[in-house]
């Protein structure tokens, strides 16, 4: 597919003006060519039957030309569309090496070390997790909805390649933004006082917490984090950042949650496995429950 899709957009930039100029800028496409055709088309073609080596040089130059054009479309403010292009390219070239590699995407390792799931230290009082969760909400929330999203929306705008918003965004940005935000602190507060712990994986909860916004959805900080990441991406009127919170989720739910999920039933047995049937995941069901933690 990569190989594929490689050779169709060489074939549109030789035959497309407007493709060219949207993904090389005034970069010489035969110059280009010369080099990103034997290293990532042919490359990846021969990868796809299993070879190494190819997997290798192919996934090491789509890295390397990603980083060069983006350089390049920062400072020229040309071939936007190539770099975001590129940036897909490598991607799927990391994603494809490790199934040459591995035959498999090793997507346990993003718990290894500092992010391994660890109960928290049993405190005998809250307060410890409570001052350690929101110090944690300042540390993330700013570095997840305030850098990254001005950086992407700075290099969206640097690369041209953003796209109009409705004049109604705006408002319906910030107000996501505020009700995602009090979902978000609102599960925090259940998590760190009722749970023994912290939302962060090295200081996770002692006790399951089924109270608060946990009695309708398994994950509100989960579903409060990409909503205030889409909001933010309104609100600054850049479709990069919404895309960046949708990626996220998708990330989240399809690497992150089996994980975290798979820790909860070892550590909770029954009680978590009685909590996964009875409460969604994403949409909201009521389930009643006497208890506020187990």
């Given at each position: ?22 993904t090389l800028g005034?970069?010489g ?6 080099f990103?055709i034997?290293l ?11 070879v190494?080596a190819?997997a ?6 789509t ?10 479309a ?5 071939a936007?569309?190539?770099?975001l292009?590129?940036?897909?390219a490598t ?10 590699l ?14 391994a ?12 997790h409570?001052?350690?969760t929101f110090?944690q909400i300042?540390l ?5 909805l305030a850098v ?6 700075f ?5 041209a ?5 409705p ?5 319906v940005g910030v107000t996501?933004?505020?009700?995602a ?5 609102s599960a925090?507060v259940?998590?760190?006082?009722l749970?023994?712990?912290t ?21 509100p900080?989960a ?34 949650r ?6 909860l ?7 978590f ?12 069901r009521?389930?009643r429950?006497r208890?506020?933690?187990?």
């Amino acid at each position: 597919m990569q190989a594929i899709a490689g050779f169709s957009w060489w074939a549109a930039v030789f035959l497309s003006p407007v493709v060219r100029e949207a993904t090389l800028g005034n970069l010489g496409p035969v110059a280009v060519a010369v080099f990103d055709i034997p290293l990532f088309v042919m490359a990846s073609a021969i990868a796809a039957f299993g070879v190494k080596a190819a997997a290798v040089v192919s996934t090491a130059w789509t890295g390397i030309v990603a980083v060069a054009l983006a350089g390049y479309a920062t400072v020229t403010t040309e071939a936007g569309w190539g770099v975001l292009g590129m940036g897909a390219a490598t991607v799927g070239s990391l994603i494809a090496l490790c199934l040459v590699l591995l035959g498999r995407v090793p997507t346990a390792w993003i718990i290894r070390g500092p992010f391994a799931f660890r109960p928290a230290i049993p405190r005998p009082t809250a307060a410890t997790h409570v001052v350690s969760t929101f110090g944690q909400i300042v540390l993330f929330w700013g570095f997840f909805l305030a850098v990254i999203p001005f950086t992407v929306a700075f290099l969206e705008q640097r690369w041209a390649v953003a796209l109009p918003f409705p004049s109604f965004a705006t408002p319906v940005g910030v107000t996501v933004l505020v009700l995602a935000s009090a979902l978000g602190i609102s599960a925090a507060v259940a998590m760190s006082t009722l749970g023994d712990g912290t939302p962060l994986p090295s200081a996770m909860p002692n006790h399951l917490v089924i109270a608060g916004p946990y009695r309708w959805i398994r994950n509100p900080m989960a579903a409060a984090g990409i909503l205030q990441g889409a909001a933010v991406g309104v609100i600054l009127q850049s479709w990069l950042v919404v895309a960046y919170a949708v990626v996220g989720s998708l990330v989240w739910n399809y690497v992150v949650r089996p994980l975290e999920e798979s820790d909860l039933e070892e550590r909770f047995g029954e009680e978590f496995r009685q909590y996964r049937d009875a409460v969604r995941c994403w949409v909201p069901r009521v389930w009643r429950t006497r208890s506020h933690k187990r």
